[in-house]
């Protein structure tokens, strides 16, 4: 009896461990299929694109709120093993993408520069408060999130790959994004808008010149951060080291806006405090504002003085930042007032501080 | 008579106490989500610089003698780079605001608190005269020149002319040292 006990406990044991083993191989296989695919760089995507949305609709101080985008690192190679992209030496994290001909190469860009602009919102959402300057007294500077940087493993590259062939502004303009009946172009700039694109980008011994023909010169709606726009991507030549594909947006109110601004909290101060002691402050505003009228009368030059003062240097401010914002989107709108007030654009330049700082005054997100 | 005025003053009282407590608690309430939005981001700063600062010391430990890589530097903005004598040995650091610029103990515990501290496996130097670099707002990244000699690793901002470089000769003499 007691044999029989003993039988059937080894029994449960033995079968119990085999449930174990098949359980953690499933859990190994899921695991396996789960890096194998790259979901994780879907997890990164929408990681980002969730910390975007929850910044963009924060009621207040949203540049406080990490935006939480890490760099995808892409090696474009044509051999999966024992291919190396020598700028990603020493780096983890980097994925590979196979490719096998130069339109392979211009939908991998295509399809980054269209992932970035929906990662960051679309433009469509104002990102980087720069509260000083909303009151013209401090600078506006862009500022951007990496979302890509491609490297090509130019020893493992198909002999049938071209680099200083490849056109993604072409590609964009003349492809439809998958399960889509709208071109990427069409897609990123709107159906009311167009793109407006640099016709000359020089890369590191080489150069990239638009033609003419490929201008689409429709006229852009603009409407705050409704600037739906794409910077020409590079044409990757055969110098090309490392390509950056990156979000930059930039905003610069107007003169009209900063007065607005400065009313605004005006208004609201008068509205805390008519609800913390609304009888006082009835009663007791006329005197202030006329307790103040009488004291700046009394030093009437001194008033005015910085009265004057004041307005100029937020006037000069406003008007200096606008003309910073006309210089970093001149290139990609096509009206200098549009520029003026701002731009969301995604930028493709080589991965170098020359031409990031060009338009990237701060850097957010992770390498 | 007099009573009913007490009385008034009973009915006010309580309105005032609440008033009070609303202000406070809304006070605590701005002070907690302020605090909050600061760990936040004092905490995202801290990501950015710890990933950088591995990326650096990784870039450097895997060069061979005389090798030279380059590393694009894009934040935390307002931190600074840092390099601090340890007890013979060179930690490198990245440091917020407020951490002062000399090579103190004090300051190199101050900034492994608020900041991120690392060793690697060879000393660590930043070549510039005051060993640190800036990472300012506006500015955009910078480029770092990783350098790896026979005994130290070495890191500088990328400098396109380097013979208008002040500091060309003592680099000059580090690569020798590493080839």
Redesign the interface.
């Known amino acids: 009896m007691k044999r029989r006990g003993l039988n059937k406990k080894a029994e449960i044991m033995s079968s119990q461990s085999v449930n174990i083993i098949i359980m953690l191989a499933g859990f190994a296989i899921v695991l396996f299929l789960f890096y194998r695919f790259a979901f994780i760089d879907v997890i990164d995507a929408t990681a980002c694109h969730e910390s975007v949305i929850l910044r963009a609709t924060a009621p207040f101080?949203n540049k406080?709120?990490?935006l939480n985008c890490y760099t995808e690192k892409l090696c474009v190679t044509s051999k999966f093993v024992g291919s190396e992209c020598e700028d990603f030496?020493?780096?983890?994290g980097v994925d590979k993408a196979k490719v096998e001909k130069n339109a392979d190469v211009e939908k991998l860009i295509a399809q980054k520069v269209l992932d970035c602009w929906t990662m960051m919102g679309e433009g469509k959402v104002s990102l980087f408060e720069q509260t000083k300057a909303e009151f013209g007294i401090g600078?506006v500077?862009p500022s951007c999130v990496?979302c890509s940087r491609i490297a090509f493993d130019k020893e493992n590259l198909d002999s049938k790959i071209d680099l200083s062939k490849v056109d993604p502004v072409n590609y964009m303009n003349t492809h439809k994004i998958a399960g889509t009946e709208v071109s990427y172009t069409k897609y990123m700039t709107g159906i009311s808008g167009g793109f407006a694109v640099k016709d000359d980008i020089k890369l590191e011994g080489g150069s990239y010149k638009q033609d003419e023909g490929k201008k689409d010169e429709k006229e852009i709606k603009v409407d705050g951060f409704d600037v739906n726009l794409i910077d020409a991507p590079v044409t990757p030549g055969d110098d090309t080291e490392e390509l950056a594909i990156f979000f930059m947006q930039i905003s610069a109110p107007t003169k009209a806006t900063v007065w607005k601004n400065f009313g605004n909290v005006a208004l609201a101060g008068a509205s805390l405090s008519l609800l913390?002691s609304p009888i006082k402050t009835i009663m007791g505003a006329p005197k202030k504002i006329w307790e103040a009228g009488t004291t700046c009368y009394k030093f009437l030059p001194l008033c005015a003085g910085i009265i004057l003062i004041a307005g100029g240097v937020v006037q000069g401010t406003a008007i200096n930042n606008r003309a910073v914002s006309l210089s970093k989107c001149e290139d990609v709108l096509l009206s200098g007032e549009q520029a003026r007030t701002g731009c969301s654009v995604v930028r493709v330049t080589n991965?170098?501080?020359k031409d990031?700082?060009?338009y990237?005054?701060?850097?957010?997100?992770?390498? | 008579m007099n009573k009913k005025k007490f009385n008034k003053k009973g009915i006010l009282m309580p309105e005032v106490l609440k008033?009070l407590i609303a202000?406070l608690v809304i006070a605590a309430l701005l002070y907690l989500?302020?605090s909050f939005?600061?760990i936040?981001?004092g905490?995202?700063k801290l990501?950015?610089a710890t990933?950088?600062l591995e990326?650096i010391i990784?870039?450097g430990n895997?060069?061979e003698n005389g090798g030279k890589?380059d590393y694009?530097l894009?934040?935390p903005?307002g931190w600074k780079l840092m390099d601090f004598n340890k007890q013979n040995e060179k930690a490198l650091c990245f440091c917020p605001e407020g951490v002062k610029i000399l090579d103190t103990l004090q300051n190199y515990e101050s900034c492994s608190k608020l900041g991120i501290c690392s060793n690697s496996k060879k000393k660590i130097e930043i070549v510039l005269s005051d060993h640190v670099i800036y990472l300012i707002?506006?500015?955009?990244?910078?480029?770092l020149t990783i350098f790896a000699a026979a005994d130290k690793i070495t890191v500088r901002p990328?400098v396109v002319d380097p013979e208008s470089d002040p500091m060309s000769e003592a680099l000059k003499d580090l690569e020798g040292q590493g080839v």
Do not use: R, W
């Open positions: 101080g406080y709120i990490p030496e020493n780096e983890k600078g500077y990496i913390i991965y170098d501080y990031i700082s060009k990237c005054g701060v850097i957010e997100g992770f390498p | 008033i202000v989500t302020v939005y600061g936040l981001m905490q995202y990501q950015q990933l950088h990326n990784n870039k895997e060069l890589a694009l894009t934040n903005v707002k506006g500015d955009g990244p910078k480029t990328y």
